[in-house]
């Protein structure tokens, strides 16, 4: 369920800490520990957050959206515990419409990584789920023109619309069917 600034300020307890705060405290507690189950935990309530529109600036003033990001670069180099990807994907996806933080997606080459994600994790269906419709999303946002330019991408893309999974085929045919249609209006 969305919230409302008047609903935050009531489920805020007297004394506690307000939800700009408690954001900045989680981002910086993934920093501050290298427990990868507390960085799970961490990831996990970040995205969960991400869910929500109204906690979207906060995110953006804590940088979360940068953490989700890194975390999906050092994937894509390396490996990477698995839930802390799936925390990634979905928080960045949860994000993505946001404006600013497509923008910064695009900006700091993350239809690319998005892609080489893709690639890496072809066999997890939450983490192919969830970029599928971050792409989804992003395509939106008229950046059709740069996924197309990914050579590799489209025949994954169609690979992928084939799979036995009916989330994973009907996501992958929307991406696909998005990408296409942007370039007939070009």
């Not at 802390?84 to 949860?94: D, K, P, Q």
């Not at 239809?111 to 939450?126: S, V």
């Not at 740069?146 to 992928?160: A, F, H, M």
């Amino acid at each position: 369920m969305f919230s409302t600034h008047e609903r935050l300020k009531r489920r805020t307890p007297e004394g506690g800490i307000n939800r700009r705060t408690y954001l900045r405290l989680l981002v910086d507690e993934y920093y501050e520990t290298s427990n990868v189950e507390a960085q799970q935990q961490v990831t996990a309530n970040l995205a969960n957050f991400a869910y929500d529109p109204i906690n979207w600036p906060f995110l953006l003033e804590a940088k979360a959206h940068e953490l989700f990001y890194e975390i999906i670069q050092q994937s894509t180099q390396g490996v990477l515990d698995r839930l802390l990807v799936l925390h990634a994907i979905v928080g960045l996806t949860n994000i993505s419409l946001d404006p600013d933080t497509a923008e910064y997606i695009v900006r700091s080459n993350g239809l690319h990584r998005l892609a080489e994600l893709l690639k890496k994790h072809d066999t997890n269906c939450e983490i192919v789920c969830n970029v599928l419709t971050c792409f989804a999303f992003l395509i939106n946002d008229d950046r059709a023109q740069v996924l197309r330019k990914d050579n590799s991408l489209l025949p994954l893309l169609e690979q992928l619309r084939q799979d036995k999974n009916p989330r994973i085929a009907n996501l992958a045919t929307v991406v696909l069917e998005d990408i296409k249609s942007k370039q007939c209006n070009e």
